[in-house]
């Protein structure tokens, strides 16, 4: 029977397809990982128990006992006593039917918010466009440009019959993707620039600059940053100068993620071994040439996952920002609950911002890792 | 097509005295740290000699081979190749880098390139020849050193042999006068050591200048026209290479061939 599936050279052992199938499979597999003693089957059964407990419960609150809509007066209040009620026992979903536009949006002008609205689509689609490989290319930069003077009308308006909104009143979901997307676009290439300087050996007046700026930037809190581009700089400007609040902390941001980045980025040129670097030497490339197609590709895709752990971070602490009285999606949830009829339903509203937090971040860390597997195909040792 | 691998024939001297030297070191002196790498080496090549290099580890015979293309830099004396003085000025550098070829111990394939691209990257953005081109040599090369079926496949995927002769084709793709080896077997199973020499005296064999460092006494034999022996950062004893195996002049040569010899 062997001799119809082995593939058997003469004078050598038969080699067979598969190993027994006691070892593989699924009941194979239960009983090694989980039923593998008497101690880790009870162990088993024991974190079963609580995981379906924890499953029901939830369920049953945010699902069968949930509250979905609340009756309005003349006044347009909502009475809420139901939800008050069924406190503890089921969600009030209500509080979301009835503030997801001012959590998403903000202060953004109610007849007007069909434009941030396109504008995280926008968002979403320009990001969908930069993950796929085929569009890496040059005119993926014009793609973006295109992209971003789009949204700026939109957001802005001004022209073309638009109503023009400050960024004053601008809030929600577009302000977080704003300070991300421009946070971590132009963060990453400056973060290269730095790491690359700070490695040179023929510039030690560059390098020392590069050393600086990442150790003075990353000893400095995020927090302290924000407020010195807040507060401190506009004394420092001309009477008359106004850079815009949104601009100044875009650039904070901008600036501290930069030093961040540069040092995960100089660990990758780090682990990199010597001999790529004298090779292209040895074949008569630039500096820039050797740099751009030999190092660089390679030592980006060895730090794909502290980079990502980077951004992720930094996705998150855009909502620092809510400390210089910008209005993130975060400092909407609070300014929503601070309605009297709602106040007692963060529950709900904080698990709505983490659904939309975690739908971002599970994407990013999902894509790195298809992408890391897609890179590493063609790197095999 | 000579018969180069199986039969030792020794492959005749190619060298014309009357024509100046290709690579000129004149004095050279280099420190790393305070470790004296290079003690006063002096030594010249003429077009189409092949010039093996040997010593025992940590004689400075690496650091002078890399001295030559300058992927070391050296503090004293002077290094002429191809009739271009080494110095700081890049312009010059890049110049003669892509006139010397490199091949090293470790090959340094460019593991996220396929291999093709590994041979067509520096025609391409050096000599800024065409793709189409860039890709003809290279199969040329490949072809030459006997590995075209694996034009796509990535360096990963190919036996410590067949990278090193894809290294020797990448070098040789950007058409340097010169050729530089640096230990180029020392890092191979003892079974592939025989393809990447078959190429490397093929090569000698077109008449290709070459710089070799390396233990083969048997390549030394069949292609040096010369064996320079190096120890303690100095040129110890420098000749042809059956009078340099066969009756060596200096305590420290004899003392080297024994400990090599004794390995075989």
């Keep these: 029977m062997s001799q119809t599936a082995a593939t058997a050279d003469k004078g050598y052992t038969a080699a067979r397809e598969r190993p027994p199938s006691s070892v593989a499979g699924p009941v194979a597999w239960l009983r090694t990982n989980l039923f593998s003693s008497w101690l880790s089957t009870a162990v088993t059964l024991l974190l079963g128990y609580l995981i379906l407990r924890v499953v029901i419960s939830f369920i049953s609150w945010a699902l069968l006992h949930a509250i979905w809509s609340v009756p309005y007066n003349a006044q347009g209040q909502p009475d809420t006593s139901a939800c008050i009620d069924a406190r503890g026992i089921g969600a009030c979903w209500a509080i979301i039917g009835n503030k997801y536009r001012l959590i998403l949006f903000g202060r953004y002008p109610y007849a007007e918010q069909w434009r941030p609205a396109i504008c995280v689509v926008l968002f979403l689609a320009l990001y969908v466009v930069s993950a796929i490989r085929a569009f890496w290319r040059p005119v993926l930069v014009l793609i973006w440009i295109a992209a971003l003077a789009v949204i700026g009308v939109l957001m802005w308006g001004g022209t073309l019959g638009l109503r023009y909104v400050p960024e004053d009143e601008w809030g929600g979901l577009p302000i977080t993707l704003i300070l991300a997307t421009f946070g971590l676009a132009f963060a990453f290439p400056l973060s290269v620039l730095v790491a690359l300087g700070r490695r040179s050996r023929t510039l030690p007046a560059v390098r020392m600059l590069c050393v600086l700026y990442v150790e003075l930037i990353r000893g400095v809190p995020l927090i302290a940053l924000l407020f010195m581009a807040s507060v401190m700089f506009p004394l420092f400007m001309p009477e008359g100068v106004n850079v815009n609040k949104l601009l100044r902390a875009q650039i904070a941001i901008i600036l501290f993620a930069a030093a961040y980045l540069a040092e995960v980025v100089r660990g990758g040129l780090q682990a990199l071994p010597k001999g790529q670097a004298e090779a292209a030497d040895a074949l008569g490339l630039s500096y820039w040439q050797k740099t751009g197609v030999i190092i660089l590709p390679q030592a980006l895709r060895l730090v794909i996952p502290p980079l990502v752990n980077t951004f992720i971070g930094f996705f998150k602490d855009t909502s620092l920002v809510l400390i210089v009285g910008m209005f993130d999606l975060l400092m909407m949830g609070k300014v929503a609950l601070s309605d009297p009829p709602w106040q007692s339903f963060s529950t709900e509203v904080y698990l709505m911002l983490a659904v939309i937090y975690i739908a971002f971040c599970f994407a990013m860390s999902k894509y790195s890792r298809g992408l890391e597997r897609e890179l590493g195909r063609a790197h095999r040792r | ?264």
């Design chain 2, 1 to 264: 097509m000579s018969q180069t691998s199986v039969t030792e024939h020794i492959i005749p001297h190619m060298v014309d005295t009357n024509k100046p030297p290709v690579i000129i070191l004149d004095k050279v002196n280099k420190w790393f740290g305070p470790l004296h790498v290079l003690r006063d080496v002096s030594m010249t090549v003429a077009e189409k000699e092949r010039v093996v290099v040997c010593g025992p580890s940590g004689s400075g015979k690496s650091t002078m081979i890399r001295c030559i293309n300058r992927l070391e830099s050296h503090q004293e004396g002077r290094i002429i190749v191809d009739r271009t003085e080494l110095t700081d000025d890049l312009r010059s550098l890049d110049t003669i880098r892509s006139e010397v070829g490199m091949v090293f111990q470790s090959f340094n394939l460019f593991p996220h390139l396929t291999i093709l691209e590994n041979c067509t990257l520096a025609p391409i953005w050096v000599r800024k020849m065409p793709k189409a081109a860039a890709e003809d040599v290279a199969m040329s090369f490949l072809t030459r050193v006997k590995i075209p079926e694996q034009a796509k496949k990535y360096p990963g995927q190919l036996s410590g042999g067949q990278q090193q002769r894809v290294a020797i084709a990448r070098a040789l793709c950007m058409r340097p006068k010169i050729m530089l080896f640096d230990e180029p077997t020392s890092a191979l199973d003892p079974e592939m050591i025989k393809e990447v020499l078959d190429v490397m005296i093929e090569l000698a064999d077109s008449g290709m200048t070459m710089v070799c460092v390396t233990h083969e006494m048997g390549f030394a034999r069949q292609v040096a026209d010369r064996v320079v022996f190096m120890d303690r950062g100095e040129i110890v004893e420098s000749g042809r290479p059956e009078q340099m195996f066969g009756e060596p002049r200096t305590d420290r040569l004899k003392l080297f061939l024994s400990q090599i010899l004794r390995g075989h």
